[in-house]
């Protein structure tokens, strides 16, 4: 079974400094699907990033991107010049490569991010 | 365009009750999970469905059972409600026919469950 480790529990930011979260995984597999989840406090889970394990590349979209080494399964979360709206919970998630489309996530227990005016 | 939409968005309810959470899945999408979330966790994978069928579960016990209607829309029903039960429940929706790299998970705001 996949595990997802976050442990930081909390975490505080200036507001347009820069802030990584993170994030190690536990998994045999050697393809799988990686995301940062935002849950603001709406409570909708909303999709920050995601990275593909075949990939080498880093994703980023925008101000977030990701440093995902897949040898320490390791996915950490950078964003840049923070913003108020960015406050929030992260989560890390993992998914299968193998057990076919829309298959179940597996979430870390999230990281509290504020963001100091 | 609606997104996916959950009703009730809180429910109290009394130890050993029945409840029913409903989805509405984000328009065009045909696949339906949920997830419960406890507070201060990451959400926890409870089943899937697919084509009226439930295609994956978690480790829950079978209190915890499910529906999919032929609109796509799903239920769930939890009996015997224990205090432990008491979390936020999420509804997810994607499109079966888009899988991998193509799959875009789409989320409710969840039903806020308290059992006293």
């Known amino acids: 079974a996949q595990t997802v480790t976050q442990s930081q529990p909390e975490m505080s930011v200036q507001e347009a400094e820069t802030v990584t979260l993170s994030c190690t995984y536990d998994t045999s597999e050697s393809d799988y699907y990686l995301f940062w989840y935002k849950q603001p406090p709406s409570r909708q889970m909303i999709l920050v990033i995601r990275?593909?394990?075949?990939?080498?590349q880093n994703a980023t979209e925008n101000r977030f991107s990701v440093n995902f080494q897949k040898a320490a399964k390791s996915f950490s979360l950078k964003i840049s010049d923070s913003q108020l709206g960015d406050a929030a919970m992260y989560f890390c998630a993992y998914r299968s490569y193998y057990t076919g489309a829309n298959s179940k996530l597996t979430f870390g227990k999230g990281i509290t991010l504020s963001v100091r005016p | 365009d609606a997104g996916v939409t959950q009703s009730p968005t809180h429910l109290i309810k009394t130890r050993g009750q029945q409840v029913t959470l409903r989805c509405s899945p984000k328009s065009g999408h045909d696949t339906v999970s949920w997830y419960q979330q406890a507070l201060g966790q990451g959400p926890q994978f409870i089943f899937q469905y697919y084509e009226e069928e439930e295609r994956q579960r978690g480790n829950f016990p079978d209190r915890f059972s499910g529906h999919q209607f032929p609109n796509y829309s799903s239920e769930l029903n939890v009996n015997a409600l224990l205090l432990g039960d008491s979390a936020l429940y999420l509804c997810?929706?994607?499109?079966?026919?888009?899988?991998?790299?193509?799959?875009?998970?789409?989320f409710g705001s969840g039903t806020q469950l308290s059992v006293l």
């Open positions: 997810a929706s994607s499109a079966h026919r888009d899988s991998g790299t193509n799959e875009k998970l789409f």
């Open positions: 990275q593909e394990a075949y990939k080498q």
